[in-house]
């Protein structure tokens, strides 16, 4: 069963101040992969725009928004002493239809929940810097992150079994020199100064379950990406939004 928490005080903001408060008093490091997919067509508009791609509603309007699930795996980090390897987290949320002032609408912040409250803590210190945005809703859950997988013709992630969210990515045939995704090199991930490049596969599902903002989509946006950022970076200013 999922179970929503209160945010702890390195968590405690909906802009993560916080959180970049007590990242700013220690060491820290991520090297992190991410299986991500979102509703806008792929790719997703969000890297190069400020706002989302336009949806066609029932009513005859269009609206934008972008609504994702990113499953996160550390490969290798630490905040100050504790260890972070391995540790896994899963954001889900909508960017909103304009985020031209550095404004999203929403986002569920989900631990593992085998990570210890230190870890959600240095994860939460982190993720100030690698989204240095403001929220209008910010909250934490703790779930399963069950199945994190990938090779070089798809990824799956699922939350709870499935339950409570779903990320599944397919290499699509055709569209590369060599029977391997197509990568996009040199484009910033967010607040990250460096990444190996965005692996792309259109998903075939992605999926936030629980709620009243629960979603889905097919076919839409999806890839796969490595990012790399530490304390250094963020003292010497290297972070920055997505724009």
Do not use: I, Q
């Given at each position: 069963m999922r179970r929503f928490l209160t945010l702890s005080a390195a968590l405690l903001v909906a802009t993560f101040s916080t959180a970049r408060l007590a990242s700013q008093q220690s060491d820290w490091a991520m090297n992190a992969t991410v299986i991500e997919a979102?509703?806008?067509?792929?790719?997703?508009q969000c890297y190069f725009d400020s706002k989302p791609a336009a949806h066609h509603q029932h009513d005859g309007k269009?609206?934008?928004?972008?609504?994702?699930?990113?499953a996160y795996r550390i490969n290798k980090g630490n905040f100050g002493a504790t260890k972070l390897d391995g540790t896994k987290f899963w954001i889900s949320g909508d960017l909103g239809g304009?985020?031209?002032k550095a404004q999203m609408d929403w986002a569920v912040v989900t631990f593992d929940k085998t990570m210890t409250k230190a870890q959600r803590e240095g994860v939460?210190?982190?993720?100030?810097?690698?989204?240095?945005?403001?929220?209008?809703s910010l909250t934490t859950a703790e779930g399963s992150i069950d199945t994190w997988e990938y090779n070089k013709d798809g990824a799956v992630a699922t939350l709870d079994g499935g339950k409570t969210a779903v990320v599944r990515l397919r290499r699509q045939d055709g569209n590369a020199n060599k029977p391997e995704p197509p990568v996009i090199m040199n484009l910033r991930y967010w607040?990250?100064?460096?990444n190996d490049g965005f692996v792309l596969m259109p998903n075939e599902i992605q999926a936030y379950k629980v709620g009243p903002k629960a979603?889905?989509?097919?076919g839409t946006n999806g890839f796969m990406l490595t990012l790399d950022m530490n304390s250094k970076d963020v003292a010497k200013g290297k972070s920055s939004t997505m724009h």
């Open positions: 979102c509703t806008c067509p792929m790719f997703c269009n609206t934008h928004f972008c609504r994702f699930n990113n304009d985020f031209s939460g210190a982190m993720l100030a810097h690698l989204f240095p945005v403001k929220w209008n607040g990250a100064p460096r979603y889905e989509s097919k």
